[in-house]
């Protein structure tokens, strides 16, 4: 019953995020539906067509468009976007969660507290210009500013990551750009759980600090135990990326799960004294959520910790069928205060580890259990892992484009040892609390990291076992866990229909990727990208991609995300010309030579590196249909072009505010 239910919710949670339902409609609905419900529970038989369920179903997805619709607020009288947003106002903003910085901003989640004096609602986006002189803001600090929103960019590229709909998933519309000395920063700010677990999680980080800690190896700490990835290198993030092992570096539910077990370990005596199984259950889920607080209560160590807060009730029951409904009223729990959580790709891929580890690692045990102790340990963490990656294998090609197949070979030699090392870290952690951590516990840990870092350095460098760039759209990943699912219940249970639906799927996932080649080769279009300082135009025959850059150094993350997405098999670089015909229409390109062209009439006027010309002559002596400028233009002289085109009533385009151009042929 709770997997229908969660199933349902999240359907309505989709339907009322994606047509933006406000939440008075799904609520009047529900009321008006639930004595329908009530009366027709009194009145139907077993037998016959069930309007109950029916009725119940409809109003479970309601409950999930109303709880949507409250999680994003924007359907709400007092939500700030309901006011006049072009013009400036005093802010209250209360800051609710610290962002990874980058090389320009510290960036923050805040949440409105006021808009000039009247109460509202929302969350916007926060970022200050980076200034090692200024402490950064943490989480409860509350300040004042005088500004107006903006909105967030869309991506200026094709196929870039779309940083706007992010953050749309998350409940947030709008961004606050500016620097520290613009905010009047509120002293004795009110304090919330969160804003004091992110205090304690910062006094640990500075006691931690003055041990004598290698730099790499105490960033790896930090994330490890407690959740905190801002200072880890970009190096020794991506060798971990390669590893197949990233997941080690942020507290979620291996983490927890692995906690779990050691707590069920270590607590088991309790079960031989009276009611001792419950008082043992009480004790894991106080200890886990401890351990929650001492990581800062960040988003993801609170999903995990619910999740697995259910998962030692269902070891409480001890029945291993509830498990799936367990995990079900976990996940339910969750989306019923978190909605927006269903879009995160943490949330996703955590449940998708849990639930394919739930259901096909037992099948695998089945399949061989071996006699030797030391083999059948082995087995075991392979099939975990086996189970693991099956679950989360669509949706992580789907995000990340890669498989590290090498992944088994990290988890066997790390994944073992992690109950260990997270215990010995919380140890540490609290005797640095109490100021008594002796010297030869930190230089052991030390070594105990920098070991771990060494061999998933040595993973990673095993290049030709990272399959990289993998197209793979939303059809396959539907389709790609139609096919595992099938495939577990047919090497489970061999029976026809079980083999028709997984040959069905291979079959249809097949036609698909053919169907896309199809569309490859019947494909020809030529972009023109947004690049700073650069130009760039790409230009796609079927298969095949043509970059033709005044400057081939910097195009790499444009040319790769193109080339994945449409499925590009062949890439060169060409140098940029200045004249080019597309289809039968012409464009011109003016560099900072400022060639003009000796033709009229242009189709096309590409303006690139800031060219020292008078437009206005131009456009009267070219008379160009359409005048377009990219990102190697100075912003000032891009705002004149574009002044000059409107007096002339010639269509504009900046891809610095519009994103990429694409010529029609």
Request: proline fraction near 4%.
């Amino acid at each position: 019953m709770s997997i229908k239910l969660t199933l349902w919710v999240a359907l309505g949670i989709i339907i009322g995020f994606y047509f933006d339902v406000a939440p008075l409609l799904p609520l009047l609905s529900m009321l008006f539906l639930m004595p329908a419900l009530f009366w027709i529970g009194k009145k139907q038989h077993r037998t016959g067509f069930p309007y109950f369920e029916v009725v119940a179903s409809i109003i479970t997805i309601y409950l999930g468009v109303f709880v949507v619709g409250i999680s994003m607020g924007s359907g709400m009288p007092d939500h700030y976007s309901k006011s006049d947003l072009k013009q400036e106002k005093v802010w209250q903003l209360k800051v609710s969660e610290v962002l990874k910085p980058n090389k320009f901003f510290h960036r923050y989640v805040t949440q409105i507290i006021t808009s000039d004096n009247e109460q509202a609602s929302g969350k916007l986006l926060f970022s200050l210009s980076a200034d090692s002189t200024v402490k950064q803001l943490q989480v409860d600090d509350e300040f004042l500013i005088y500004t107006k929103p903006e909105g967030i960019r869309p991506p200026l590229n094709p196929h870039q990551f779309d940083y706007k709909d992010y953050l749309l998933k998350q409940g947030i519309q709008h961004q606050i750009n500016t620097n520290y000395g613009n905010i009047v920063k509120k002293e004795h700010a009110p304090k919330t759980l969160f804003g004091m677990a992110s205090d304690f999680r910062e006094h640990i980080i500075s006691k931690l600090e003055k041990k004598n800690f290698g730099t790499e190896e105490l960033s790896v700490v930090q994330a490890l135990l407690l959740g905190k990835r801002e200072d880890i290198s970009e190096t020794t993030y991506n060798n971990y990326k390669n590893a197949g092992a990233v997941h080690i570096l942020a507290v979620s539910g291996l983490h927890v799960g692995i906690i779990l077990f050691l707590l069920e370990f270590l607590l088991s005596p309790l079960e031989g004294l009276p009611k001792g199984k419950t008082t043992k259950l009480i004790l894991v889920v106080l200890l886990l959520w401890g351990y929650a607080f001492l990581a800062g209560l960040s988003p993801s160590i609170v999903r995990a910790v619910t999740m697995f807060s259910f998962v030692a009730y269902a070891l409480y029951l001890n029945r291993p069928t509830n498990s799936f409904n367990i995990l079900a009223l976990s996940m339910l729990f969750i989306l019923l205060i978190k909605p927006l959580f269903l879009f995160q790709v943490g949330f996703q891929m955590s449940y998708s580890a849990v639930l394919a580890i739930v259901w096909i690692y037992p099948k695998l045990q089945k399949f061989w259990f071996p006699e030797h102790i030391i083999v059948r340990k082995i087995w075991q963490l392979l099939s975990m892992s086996v189970a693991a990656q099956l679950g989360v294998l669509p949706i992580s090609l789907f995000y990340f484009h890669q498989f590290p197949a090498l992944f088994f070979i990290s988890n066997l030699l790390i994944v073992p040892f992690l109950g260990f090392i997270l215990g010995f870290g919380i140890l540490i952690i609290l005797l640095t609390l109490i100021d008594y951590l002796p010297q030869f516990m930190v230089d052991s840990f030390n070594w105990i990291i920098n070991l771990m870092n060494s061999i998933v350095r040595w993973v990673a460098q095993q290049e030709g076992f990272i399959i990289k760039n993998i197209p793979f759209d939303s059809a396959q990943l539907l389709l790609g866990y139609l096919i595992i699912i099938a495939m577990v219940i047919f090497l489970s249970r061999p029976r026809w229909k079980s083999a028709l639906v997984f040959f069905g799927g291979m079959i249809l996932y097949q036609s698909w990727v053919i169907w896309g080649q199809f569309q490859v080769h019947q494909k020809e279009s030529i972009v023109l990208a947004h690049r700073t300082k650069n130009t760039v135009l790409l230009h796609q025959m079927g298969n095949s991609l043509s970059i033709l850059t005044s400057d081939s150094s910097n195009i790499r993350n444009i040319a790769d995300n193109y080339a994945v997405a449409e499925r590009i098999q062949n890439v060169d670089t060409t140098t940029l010309q200045n004249s080019y015909r597309i289809g039968d229409k012409k464009l011109f390109i003016v560099d900072s030579l400022g060639i003009l062209p000796l033709e009229e009439h242009m189709d096309y006027l590409l303006l690139t590196q800031s060219p020292k010309i008078n437009l206005e002559r131009v456009l009267d002596s070219i008379k160009p249909k359409k005048v377009i400028a990219d990102g190697s233009n100075y912003p000032t002289m891009v705002n004149k072009w574009k002044t000059t085109c409107a007096q002339k009533e010639i269509p504009f385009h900046y891809t610095g505010e519009k994103g990429y151009y694409t010529f029609k042929f």
